[in-house]
């Protein structure tokens, strides 16, 4: 994709949140790929999970091994083929990596928004991702896209704008958390709140971060994103030194490799804006209010689907894609669903696994702009 | 089991540890149900997991619902039938329920053993438990059983022990931990060792004790101990106050649920025990010696085996019984193995499950005594 600059665009309109809240306006931070067609007809949404942001493909010019975090998957001659689509990545509400969000300065007080920024809700993002459409042009999406929490927004897309979106590409996600998926999510925010350095979500304001509950979080949540087989092949019980060193320091490398991991993500990453982000995917549930039954909320949506999911995600299994699959064939919508032999876990929808990728490919050539 | 009491006994004799950190002498806290025939031959010895300890069966005069935390299995007609064998259950070297353990003072300083307890391994539990046979005067166990790191130490005895254990009985264990499963244990340690009240692990000489990281660790672990169905059946969604709130108070019934168990369990659970024990389930390997072959690591043991494992017990599932199984086979060893379908995962070998006491209670009335 060679190099990308970001784009922020501002709204002044105030946005009133799921939870009633309500911003007096909020700034997006977003980078584009590839040209829009005169028609506008050929824009692509691609939504990031829980730690991702607008950096989709390419790098920055003043970074250069800074690369995008779909950069396998977008670019000219890739399967999201910027040749073909404007695609657009986009930071949700919440973040912090530019858009609106705890760490931006509050201007009711002057000082950041920290504990006091929203809770935002999965609604929320694509309500605020529909201004951006119209800041861009973009009557209707050729397809919104995304892995994990990404899918959940491609769904939620195709039910508040069903006229707006023409495919949904919801992949390694799910209808809703299941109660272990809220059981770790739970941990990590617990791991958070109970840092001392949190002060109750004050902590910018004081200069600290809750480095400790941060890495925790982190911590478990990879153990999530990888599969059992992959961890035990990549690294089993190799051993860091060679023998069991009876202390507290690193025996085996699955220890050192999940110590860097928290250290490295509690370097960049808000601990505000992960509580925030686990508690929307927490709330996603679009059959909340229809008794939950799945196939009569997925009812209004005039979407085509393309769903896919991964042999070894234990985090959103294949039976979780399944589930929407199903509510989709009840309401005989158009639904394509690829379930991939990938070793990786949840974290297979990251990589440029062969089949997956060809299967991409080939529902992405087909749509028409 | 009706009114038990726990015993005490002390051993002079300095113990090294596989660590080759030496103990001067150290006490073990146990109990005993049934009597020991004259010939010694009815004696059986329960191993227990990873927060449990003596108390296996009945109760206590002074806290009648203090109950024994295998008692639904041991006392007089059930599967392990206190009418025939003699029964112990002894808590573990650096434990915190009364054998010499970080919560004890350390001879050297007179101050308590805190972070200077060395480590102990499965090898030095059998080692330390073996004198408590020749205490009692039990040259050979009927049988030694446990679950899950109760059942290392059963099998563990019949490697270090071959002719002191005529049946090993190990339910719902594994040969040795997989990556992932140490995983788990290292953001359960790192909780704890990153709670500033952990003070390096010399909290209790300060009057403190790391609640927050103890809380955590058992909150992960806890999820570990349930299938995710059960979790789902039990839970599911289920809201405290039938909406979501918005704020970081439990919304969800599991959050709830998981925050009661953390704050129980670090009410009562010793933070530096929680630790050593984590490191002796990371480190029991008895293939380790022999080049990863598990079949040439049991050739030398002689007892008979007795596996069982749980459908869903996703921490030591059924494939990990198996390994134990096809080793002994290999071997030529007499082994018997059920793999029992129950919704309640790991903490599945606890329960009363029909099939599983059934298999149980054929196996053992079949030891001749």
């Known amino acids: 994709m060679g190099f990308v600059v970001p784009q922020r665009v501002g709204f002044n309109e105030p946005i009133t949140l799921k939870s ?68 657009v990545g986009v930071n949700n509400l919440g973040g912090c990596y530019g858009t609106t969000g705890p760490l ?16 935002v809700t999965v609604e929320d993002w694509v309500a605020a ?15 919104v896209m995304g892995g994990s929490l990404g899918g959940m927004q491609a769904l939620e897309w195709s039910l508040q704008f069903p006229d707006r979106i023409r495919h949904a ?18 941990v990590a925010r617990q791991a958070i709140i109970s840092d001392p350095e949190f002060h109750g979500g004050h902590y910018a304001e004081r200069g600290v971060i809750p480095t400790n509950g ?14 059992d087989s992959q961890m035990g092949d990549k690294f089993g019980r190799q051993l860091c030194h060679g023998e069991h060193r009876f202390s507290y320091d690193a025996d085996f490398e699955i220890e050192s490799y ?8 509690a370097g960049f990453f808000d601990a505000n804006t992960y509580l925030i982000t686990t508690k929307a995917l927490d709330y996603f549930d679009p059959a909340f209010a229809y008794n939950d039954d799945l196939a009569a909320a997925l009812a209004r949506a005039k979407a085509s689907f393309f769903v896919a999911s991964f042999s070894t995600d234990w985090r959103f299994s294949p039976s979780r894609s399944r589930e929407i699959v199903f509510a989709l ?19 297979s929808f990251l990589l440029d696994d062969t089949h997956y990728h060809a299967v991409l490919r080939a529902y992405l050539e087909n749509i028409k702009v």
């Open 20 to 87: 009633g809240a309500q911003l007096p306006g909020f700034e997006l931070v977003f980078e584009t790929y590839g040209q829009l067609n005169a028609s506008g007809s050929n824009a692509v949404l691609v939504c990031h999970a829980l730690s991702g942001g607008h950096h989709v493909a390419g790098m920055y010019a003043d970074n250069p091994k800074n690369i995008g975090w779909w950069d396998n998957l977008v670019g000219p001659g890739k399967p999201l083929d910027t040749n073909k689509f404007f695609v």
């Open 104 to 119: 931006s300065l509050n201007p009711e007080t002057g000082k950041r928004y920290g504990a006091d920024f929203p809770m």
């Open 129 to 143: 991702h529909a201004r951006l459409a119209d800041h861009l042009g973009i009557d209707t999406w050729a397809a």
């Open 169 to 186: 590409m919801v992949i390694a996600s799910a209808p809703k958390l299941s109660a272990q998926n809220i059981a770790f999510n739970e």
């Open 214 to 227: 941060l890495r925790l979080a982190r911590m478990v949540g990879h153990i999530t994103y990888l599969s």
């Open 258 to 265: 999940l110590r860097y991991q928290g250290d490295k993500f």
């Open 329 to 347: 064939m009840k309401n005989r919508h158009r639904v394509a669903y690829a379930e991939i032999d990938c070793d990786a876990g949840h974290d």
